[in-house]
């Protein structure tokens, strides 16, 4: 099994930007269909991006699709969400997620394994 922990949250100004890290342990992430999530208060949790194990394809909310990039780094065991363009309604708390997937999955149920979170606030 793989474990996870995220990075990079923080509080910034709406406009602003954020790079939030994953780094897995346990298990190559390489085998790992790659997932970011959300959750704002009083809200579900929010599919955000996904990426295959390759990186050859890619996936994206349309709320945050041309102002956020999902990469990874396969050598690093390391995911990436870079978040431009910030707005307030992008704050949550922001999880990465793992699956085994055979292909790109969106849903949470589809992912066996989470971080716990981290903070992203965008003041206005």
Request: charged letters at 15%; glycine letters at 12%; proline letters at 2%.
């Amino acid at each position: 099994q793989v474990q996870l922990v995220e990075s990079g949250g923080g509080l910034v100004q709406a406009g602003g930007s954020l790079r939030l890290s994953c780094a897995a342990s346990g298990r190559t992430l390489s085998s790992y269909v790659m997932g970011w999530f959300r959750q704002a208060p009083g809200k579900e949790r929010e599919f955000v991006a996904a990426i295959t194990r390759s990186g050859g394809n890619i996936y994206y909310a349309d709320s945050v699709k041309g102002r956020f990039t999902i990469s990874r780094d396969n050598a690093k065991n390391t995911v990436y969400l870079q978040a431009n363009s910030l707005k307030p309604e992008d704050t949550a708390v922001y999880y990465c997620a793992a699956s085994r997937s055979v292909g790109y999955c969106s849903g949470d149920g589809c992912y066996a394994y989470w971080g716990q979170g981290t903070q992203v606030t965008v003041s206005s």
